[in-house]
């Protein structure tokens, strides 16, 4: 009889030990990468990013989401990193209505599942808040994800998060009229309001105009009657910088940020001119490179 009993607690103890050393209650994770792709200031959600979490027949197990590598991120706002150290945010969900935040503090954010023996598949729901006026250029972070289970060891991985922000620039014009001309010179201004993404360099040029014979130096007004009035258009409130559309010659250069700024077009008629009395009128075509 004792020697049964022996047996019986040693095929008991084999049977407690046999799953830990086959390794059957560790669980395993593994992450998709994250392309938001390209950023232009509009709200972005690229869709589901998959985590596949592998753990045991009925353990309870949490997954969780650090705050990222960015500069000042948190759970709730993570960052991105680009040119400059310049920062994109971001979010991630657990849900697809984008309510629900993943973090890393158990029991208040962070995601729970049972183990199944097979892959389980939770999705990360992820979005970048529109308006964000950041530096051209690629932008990346790394997240790392957390399984834990109770009494178990906590199994991680990593995924990369990228977005890529080009440079978006807009431009309107305002008229310039030099009002009367009497045949003495006559200054006008008028504006062109710009805005450009942040950081992102660019050039402005203004075309000859419409007339037949005009030129960037020599800009022509026309009448009905075909009669034309010369004038001249220029960078600058002292009227020594022609503007023309010769990159690096002669177009204004500037660099944006993010917000509308305005530009001064100066113009200018010389003296002496003679022409028909009749409204006298051209159109320029501004255009911006960047």
């Known amino acids: 009889m004792r020697r049964w009993l022996r047996r019986l607690i040693a095929w008991m103890s084999l049977a407690l030990v046999t799953p830990f050393a086959a390794g059957q209650l560790a669980c395993t994770v593994s992450a998709a990468s994250m392309n938001f792709g390209t950023y232009t200031g509009a709200l972005s959600t690229p869709g589901a990013t998959p985590v596949t979490v ?6 309870s197990y949490t997954v969780a989401l650090n705050a990222g590598m960015g500069v000042g991120a948190t759970t709730t706002t993570r960052k991105m990193t680009g040119p400059g150290a310049a920062t994109l945010s971001y979010q991630m969900f657990q849900n697809s209505s984008l309510t629900t935040n993943w973090g890393n503090t158990v029991g208040v954010d962070t995601v729970s599942g049972l183990g199944i023996l097979t892959a389980q598949m939770i999705n990360i729901y992820p979005q970048a808040a529109a308006g964000q006026t950041v530096a051209p250029g690629t932008y990346t972070d790394t997240i790392t994800v957390s399984v834990a289970a109770l009494l178990h060891t ?26 009367n001309y009497t045949g003495a010179l006559i200054n006008a201004t008028s504006a062109l309001t ?3 993404s942040n950081l992102a ?14 030129t960037v130096t020599t800009r022509k007004m026309t009448s009905p ?5 010369n004038y001249v258009l220029f960078r600058d409130s002292a009227r020594t910088l022609n503007w023309g559309n010769t990159i690096g010659t002669d177009t204004l250069t500037s660099q944006g940020t993010g917000a509308a700024a305005m530009y001064g077009v100066y113009g200018q008629m010389a003296a002496g001119q003679f ?3 009749a409204v006298y009128t051209d159109t320029i075509i501004a255009t911006i490179t960047y």
């Open 275 to 277: 022409g028909t009395p």
């Open 194 to 196: 710009v805005t450009c």
């Open 225 to 229: 009657a075909s009669v034309t009035l």
């Open 154 to 179: 906590t199994v991680t991985t990593t995924f990369t998060v990228t977005a890529t922000v080009v440079a978006n620039c807009t431009i309107s014009a305002s008229a310039l009229s030099f009002g």
């Open 201 to 214: 360099t660019f050039n402005i040029g203004l075309n000859a105009g419409t007339a037949t014979g005009a």
């Open 54 to 59: 592998t753990c045991p027949l009925s353990l």
